[in-house]
């Protein structure tokens, strides 16, 4: 695997596909059950846990799992922007992608997203492997130079960049190869990339061979992409009720209207001491202050307090609503309650429901 790649292509990563990659791999991971200690081995625990089986099953101990899906988008020019992603079946195994499936997807996302096309596909795991180039190839019939999105989901704190690495394939380095002996059909490939100045080539025993290079990438966000992970961001683990985060985030609100009180009223007193003449009097500071109250809007008219006065007996009635409706709950439970105790009694005693 190469360093870096001299393609010349720019890549833009939107967030809806880190996040489409990681929902995949925590339902699978949660589905097989996996302890969490597994998470964070890589592959090359995985291949040498491979290499222990092969050699009798001393180490039944199951690698993480590895989820594989395909990643859409648009290439403009060079700038290519990878939007969305979708799960695939395939079976590393037996090295078997599910076509049916991925043409069925592939028509469904045709049907929204009339412009997105297969760019590549993902995966996840700490590095790309040689086993990645088989399913590599099962896509070049749709795209002749897929891209490979890889995810680590592998936690490091120490780690300050996202776990996720875009791989393109190419064909080695120039500087590497020697024309003498070559074929006449490989020195014209050659010649013909070096001329489109697509200086990687790799040659084995002859015949080019594709391998991974690492690119550099971009996220780009939209404003629904912004307000989607902010409330990704928000969520509380497993287990936090909605009237916890609701809590954290009208505490959060409470703080900092708390904090813009406070220094209004520092502002406030200031003033009150330098119209006293406790405290000499600054025009550059009362030009600011002056400045800062044309900015607020005017408040003190018939309409403002009118509608005013109309949001806050709406909110007053939102919440009596509230109130109410949870009232009757409460009742209604009781109720049912009352009926199934006093239904067992009457079947005891012979007497009719009362209710």
Same mark, same amino acid.
């Given at each position: 695997?190469a360093?870096?790649?001299?393609?010349?292509?720019?890549f833009?990563?939107?967030?809806l596909v880190i996040?489409? @990659?990681s929902?995949?791999?925590?339902?699978?991971?949660?589905?097989?059950?996996?302890?969490p200690?597994l998470?964070?081995?890589?592959?090359a625990?995985?291949?040498n846990?491979?290499?222990n089986n092969?050699?009798?099953?001393?180490?039944?101990q199951?690698?993480?799992?590895?989820?594989?899906g395909?990643?859409?988008?648009?290439?403009r020019?060079?700038?290519?922007?990878?939007f969305?992603s979708?799960?695939?079946i395939?079976?590393?195994?037996?090295r078997?992608?599910?076509?049916?499936?991925l043409?069925?997807?592939?028509? /469904?996302?045709k049907?929204?997203?009339p412009?997105?096309y297969?760019?590549?596909?993902? =995966?996840?795991?700490s590095?790309? #492997?040689e086993?990645?180039?088989?399913?590599?190839?099962?896509?070049?019939?749709?795209?002749?130079?897929?891209?490979?999105?890889?995810l680590?989901?592998?936690i490091?704190?120490? #780690?300050?960049?996202l776990p996720?690495t875009?791989?393109?394939s190419?064909?080695g380095?120039?500087? +590497?190869?020697y024309? =003498?002996?070559?074929? /006449?059909?490989?020195?014209i490939?050659?010649?013909l990339?070096h001329?489109?100045n @697509?200086?990687?080539?790799?040659?084995i025993d002859?015949v080019?061979?594709? @391998?991974f290079?690492?690119s550099?990438?971009t996220i780009?966000t939209?404003?629904?992409?912004?307000?989607?992970v902010?409330h990704?961001?928000? /969520?509380?683990?497993?287990?936090?009720?909605?009237a916890?985060?609701l809590a954290?985030?009208?505490?959060?609100?409470?703080s900092?209207?708390?904090?813009?009180?406070?220094?209004?009223?520092v502002?406030? #007193?200031?003033?009150v001491?330098m #119209?006293?003449?406790?405290?000499?009097? +600054?025009? =550059?500071?009362?030009?600011?202050?002056?400045s800062l109250?044309r900015?607020l809007?005017?408040?003190e008219?018939?309409?403002?307090?009118?509608?005013?006065?109309?949001e806050y007996?709406d909110t007053?009635? @939102?919440t009596?609503?509230a109130?109410?409706?949870?009232?009757?709950?409460?009742?209604n439970?009781?109720?049912?309650?009352?009926?199934?105790?006093?239904?067992?009694? =009457?079947?005891?005693?012979g007497?009719?429901?009362f209710?």
């Amino acid at each position: 695997m190469a360093s870096s790649s001299s393609s010349g292509l720019t890549f833009k990563l939107h967030p809806l596909v880190i996040v489409n @990659i990681s929902d995949h791999y925590t339902r699978v991971k949660s589905q097989l059950n996996l302890p969490p200690s597994l998470t964070s081995t890589s592959s090359a625990a995985t291949s040498n846990n491979n290499n222990n089986n092969s050699n009798g099953g001393e180490n039944n101990q199951q690698p993480p799992p590895r989820v594989y899906g395909c990643v859409i988008g648009v290439q403009r020019g060079r700038t290519v922007e990878i939007f969305n992603s979708f799960e695939l079946i395939y079976d590393p195994s037996t090295r078997s992608l599910d076509r049916s499936f991925l043409e069925k997807k592939q028509e /469904l996302y045709k049907k929204v997203f009339p412009h997105f096309y297969v760019l590549g596909w993902y =995966s996840t795991g700490s590095d790309a #492997q040689e086993s990645d180039m088989h399913f590599h190839k099962a896509l070049m019939d749709i795209n002749e130079s897929p891209l490979y999105v890889l995810l680590n989901p592998a936690i490091n704190p120490a #780690q300050k960049d996202l776990p996720v690495t875009i791989y393109e394939s190419v064909y080695g380095n120039f500087d +590497e190869l020697y024309f =003498s002996g070559y074929s /006449l059909a490989i020195t014209i490939t050659i010649l013909l990339l070096h001329h489109l100045n @697509i200086k990687e080539l790799h040659v084995i025993d002859g015949v080019p061979q594709l @391998i991974f290079v690492r690119s550099s990438y971009t996220i780009e966000t939209v404003e629904a992409e912004r307000i989607s992970v902010d409330h990704v961001a928000h /969520l509380k683990p497993s287990g936090g009720s909605a009237a916890t985060q609701l809590a954290a985030q009208l505490t959060g609100i409470h703080s900092a209207i708390k904090m813009l009180n406070s220094r209004i009223r520092v502002l406030h #007193q200031y003033l009150v001491g330098m #119209q006293k003449g406790d405290i000499p009097c +600054e025009s =550059s500071l009362l030009r600011q202050v002056s400045s800062l109250l044309r900015r607020l809007p005017a408040i003190e008219s018939e309409k403002f307090q009118d509608d005013f006065l109309m949001e806050y007996n709406d909110t007053l009635l @939102i919440t009596y609503l509230a109130m109410f409706t949870n009232c009757s709950s409460t009742m209604n439970e009781l109720v049912d309650k009352f009926n199934t105790a006093y239904d067992r009694h =009457s079947r005891r005693g012979g007497r009719t429901a009362f209710i």
